[in-house]
């Protein structure tokens, strides 16, 4: 199953460094809204609950105007509603599968298809798979 993902940070760099800091290791799931917002967040997963917060998902995303004219910020959050939501996903010309990652994010495939919607909607052409998020990973709804 190769998941095509558009990360908004370098999900490598900060995987390590949370790695590093935390002491456990620290992978990315996905790039996604958590409900229906129009923007999305990184999202990363750590096996045990973060010792003062109690998450094992977090997610990054900017906050502020990153065009220079003001302080940009980076911010994080606890990102436990991912586990169980339900990822439409469809398929390139070449067997990635793509998902939509908010409500706002259209994405049109070198085949045709397209999917829109995030995690507020699906609207999609093509065949759509279903996947949901359980314990860092994708697994694949049988309907």
Partial sequence: ????????????E?????????GVEIKYVCTSALGSEASAMDIF?????H????????????KGDYSGNN????????ADAIEGQTIAMI???????????HRHDFRMM??????????AYVRAN???????VKDGEFVEIEE
């Fill in 1 to 12: 199953m190769n998941i095509k993902h558009n990360p908004i940070f370098n999900t490598d």
């Fill in 14 to 22: 900060i995987a390590k460094h949370y790695s590093k800091q935390d």
């Fill in 45 to 49: 997963y750590r096996e045990t609950p």
């Fill in 51 to 62: 010792p003062e917060f109690g998450n094992r998902y977090f997610g990054i995303f900017p």
């Fill in 71 to 78: 302080a940009a910020m980076t911010m994080i959050t606890n």
């Fill in 91 to 101: 398929e390139d010309i070449n067997g990635n599968l793509v998902y939509s990652q």
């Fill in 110 to 119: 070198n085949n045709g298809n397209m999917i829109d919607g995030g995690r």
């Fill in 126 to 132: 093509g065949m759509i798979r279903s996947f949901e």
